[in-house]
């Protein structure tokens, strides 16, 4: 008898750095990857454990699973976005696994 038991439970194949550190010039990527079955989403959370939504012109969550963090002005720096604490999160119908937390530090360069 096949039923939901069959299947893996999400497990991360790519896992966040615990630290990442950009300038503003240049931007930033956090990449996080899980396999399962039924395939798992890749959320990314705050430390508060809501969700971190895409931002325009701020940050992004790709389709792929990655966090991405634009180049922007210093006017545009925002401490709840650029030094912040996220996690990844897998989750599928047969669980859910979190990454570590990862610190990010973006540097404002005049």
């Known amino acids: 008898i096949r039923g939901l038991m069959d299947g893996q ?3 991360l194949v ?7 550190e950009f300038s503003n010039s240049t931007g930033g990527r956090l990449d996080c990857n899980a396999r399962g079955s039924p395939k798992p989403t890749v959320q990314w959370l705050m430390l ?3 969700v971190a939504t895409s931002i325009a ?5 790709l389709p792929n699973g990655s ?3 634009p180049a922007f ?3 545009e720096f925002r401490p709840d976005v650029h030094r912040a604490i996220y ?3 897998a989750s599928n119908a047969l669980g859910r696994v979190l990454s570590r937390d990862v610190r990010l530090r973006a ?3 005049e």
């Open 9 to 11: 439970g999400p497990l």
């Open 14 to 20: 790519l896992e966040p750095p615990p630290r990442l």
């Open 48 to 50: 508060d454990g809501g």
């Open 57 to 61: 012109g701020l940050r992004y969550q």
């Open 67 to 69: 966090l991405t963090f």
């Open 73 to 75: 002005s210093a006017a």
């Open 87 to 89: 996690r990844c999160v």
């Open 107 to 109: 540097g404002l360069l």
